[in-house]
């Protein structure tokens, strides 16, 4: 979205006020905050066919008052005295225009300035159906819309949306924005291949395009091509410094282990975040990596840092709730899981809330838990999105086996070769009990999935069922190490395994240094062709993409 389409001037008056300073130390309201309505209903104009979006009349009506108050200061002239003109301030950006400015600097936007983009184009596209740039403006904020709601629905209207754009403009005359949009949304999808497709074909023919790069961040990080993925992140930072660059930066050590490195450059993009937005979203991913590193007390504290700029922020409630807790503070973290899925009833958080009751024998709950998540999945599904692998990773541990198994199966022949799909894929296998066939592909998951304490778990499970008793022992205590509480439920279950090998988990390390890769026999299942069809694709993206990444992060894909 780094277009600036043709606005009307609209009243000069802001809508967005400042973040509350009060410590996020009560329980959060059950109501949606001011500025997260959804978006307002399409004008008559727009498609006739496209889908139903889930409104109240009283939050569509918020939302275009929103609308009517945004300002676009291209071209607009305050209208005030001459003599007034030198010492008057400069007008302040309104929500429209905040939002803009947030995505073309490839920063995310607040909930309430993307709900008052969203209006403002539908209303737009309504009287100028021929405008190829809002109609890409107006698709990838559906994109975004879809993804920070967990509303799949609005991923069908923003495929209909860019689809628009481009019968208007075709992308091969310069509309590649749209093509952009295509590609995230083939991302929030999960379908890695479609996005990655979109995003070659923009870096292609506009290798300067910084817009094109986040998109195949994700695509490559979704097929577990780490070392493509550091490739972009590094041709990004060029052509895009700041802070959206320290924090793809902060991600690409985290996925290479350099836990350390991460933590140092998420501070620094936290410390330069200027939107609260901005600043939010760095300082959950401080969050993220003190839960990855076992830190439960720090990652509380940074959560609820991000909780004081943003109270409603339904990763940081979830993140919360997980160290929580690890804690022991059960009771608040099951207000704060609840909290998030009031906001954003993500099937992820449904599975991690579900686990925490099954741990704490509430039976009746954890079913409860469960058979929304089932129904989400389906929901979800029936949008165009591919829930193989979670919906995978449920059934293996609390559901259908074999239906696991032939999922997962399926993902892995898509090409999504990532380290959570090869350890999902392993851990089914060991679960139907083909311990042999799922050693590879959990072996795998170890190698390239940046030291994550579940990984090493299923991996010395695996081994300890095989008799392979001192790797076993060593990836147990790995686990422990690395997290001591990384899951309510399986986090006793490694240390149950340990006492049986008669091991003892080392000191809790501040960083842990991944161990060189190794050797291990290609998956059974993957496909014949993937190792010279990744070749060729590694090649391509190292001739564009510069070659200062190289071996920086192994490519799992590649053995």
């Given amino acids: 979205m780094d277009v600036m389409p043709q606005q009307p001037p609209e009243s000069l008056k802001s809508d967005h006020a400042p973040p509350s300073s009060d410590p996020y130390d009560c329980p959060p309201q059950t109501s949606s905050p001011p500025g997260s309505e959804p978006p307002p209903a399409p004008d008559p104009a727009a498609p006739a066919d496209l889908p139903p979006v889930s409104l109240h009349t009283t939050l569509r009506r918020a939302a275009v008052g929103a609308v009517a108050a945004a300002v676009l200061v291209t071209g607009a002239v305050v209208s005030v005295p001459d003599e007034e003109k030198d010492a008057a301030p400069p007008p302040v950006p309104g929500p429209v225009m905040r939002a803009l400015t947030a995505t073309n600097a490839g920063a995310p936007a607040s909930l309430a300035d993307l709900t008052a983009l969203i209006g403002d184009r539908q209303s737009w596209v309504g009287t100028h159906p021929s405008d190829?740039?809002?109609?890409?403006?107006?698709?990838?904020?559906?994109?975004?819309?879809?993804?920070?709601?967990?509303?799949?629905?609005?991923?069908?209207?923003?495929?209909?949306a860019l689809r628009r754009s481009l019968d208007v403009q075709p992308g091969d005359r310069g509309n590649t924005a749209?093509?952009?949009?295509?590609?995230?949304?083939?991302?929030?999808?999960?379908?890695?291949?479609?996005?990655?497709?979109?995003?070659?074909?923009?870096?292609?023919?506009?290798?300067?395009?910084?817009t094109a790069y986040p998109v195949l961040i994700d695509a490559y990080n979704g097929l577990g091509q780490y070392a493509a993925a550091g490739r972009a992140v590094e041709k990004f930072t060029a052509l895009r410094s700041g802070?959206?660059?320290?924090?793809?930066?902060?991600?690409?050590?985290?996925?290479?282990?350099?836990?350390?490195d991460a933590r140092a450059v998420a501070q620094d993009a936290a410390n330069r975040a200027t939107t609260p937005a901005e600043?939010?979203?760095?300082?959950?991913?401080?969050?993220e990596l003190a839960w990855e590193r076992g830190e439960s007390e720090e990652a509380v504290a940074q959560y609820s840092a991000?909780?004081?700029?943003?109270?409603?922020?339904?990763?940081?409630?979830?993140?919360?709730?997980?160290?929580l807790a690890a804690l022991g503070r059960t009771h608040e973290a099951q207000r704060d899981y609840r909290a998030a899925l009031s906001r954003l009833p993500s099937p992820a958080y449904m599975l991690e809330l579900g686990e925490l009751y099954e741990s704490l024998g509430l039976d009746v709950e954890s079913r409860g838990q469960y058979t929304k998540l089932r129904r989400t999945l389906t929901q979800e599904s029936g949008h165009g999105v591919d829930e193989s692998l979670l919906?995978?990773?449920?059934?293996?541990?609390?559901?259908?086996?074999?239906?696991?198994?032939?999922?997962?199966?399926?993902?892995?022949?898509?090409?999504?070769?990532?380290?959570a799909v090869a350890d999902a894929l392993g851990w089914a296998l060991y679960r139907s009990g083909d311990s042999q066939s799922a050693l590879a592909y959990a072996q795998q998951a170890v190698d390239t999935g940046a030291g994550s304490a579940r990984y090493a778990?299923?991996?010395?499970?695996?081994?300890?069922r095989l008799g392979n008793l001192g790797p076993a022992r060593r990836h147990l205590e790995e686990a422990l190490r690395t997290n001591p509480h990384f899951s309510p439920l399986d986090a006793p279950s490694a240390q149950q395994a340990l006492d049986q090998l008669g091991g003892t988990p080392a000191g809790h390390p501040q960083e842990v240094t991944p161990e060189p890769p190794q050797q291990s026999p290609e998956p059974s299942e993957a496909p014949p062709a993937q190792q010279g069809t990744l070749a060729v694709a590694e090649t391509d993206v190292a001739g564009s993409a510069g070659d200062g990444a190289s071996g920086t992060v192994k490519d799992p894909a590649v053995t």
């Fill in 178 to 210: 749209a093509w952009v949009g295509l590609a995230a949304l083939a991302n929030a999808r999960h379908d890695f291949v479609t996005a990655e497709k979109w995003g070659e074909t923009v870096r292609a023919r506009r290798p300067k395009d910084w």
């Fill in 243 to 260: 802070v959206p660059a320290l924090s793809w930066t902060a991600q690409m050590y985290r996925n290479a282990g350099r836990r350390e």
């Fill in 132 to 160: 190829a740039r809002s109609w890409a403006v107006l698709g990838s904020a559906y994109v975004e819309w879809g993804r920070r709601s967990a509303d799949a629905a609005y991923y069908g209207r923003a495929e209909q």
């Fill in 306 to 323: 991000a909780l004081r700029t943003d109270r409603a922020h339904p990763p940081s409630l979830a993140g919360r709730a997980r160290a």
């Fill in 457 to 464: 778990y299923h991996l010395g499970v695996i081994e300890q």
């Fill in 279 to 287: 600043k939010t979203d760095c300082l959950f991913r401080l969050g």
């Fill in 391 to 419: 919906l995978g990773r449920f059934e293996a541990d609390h559901g259908d086996v074999s239906r696991a198994v032939e999922l997962l199966r399926a993902e892995w022949g898509r090409q999504h070769h990532s380290a």
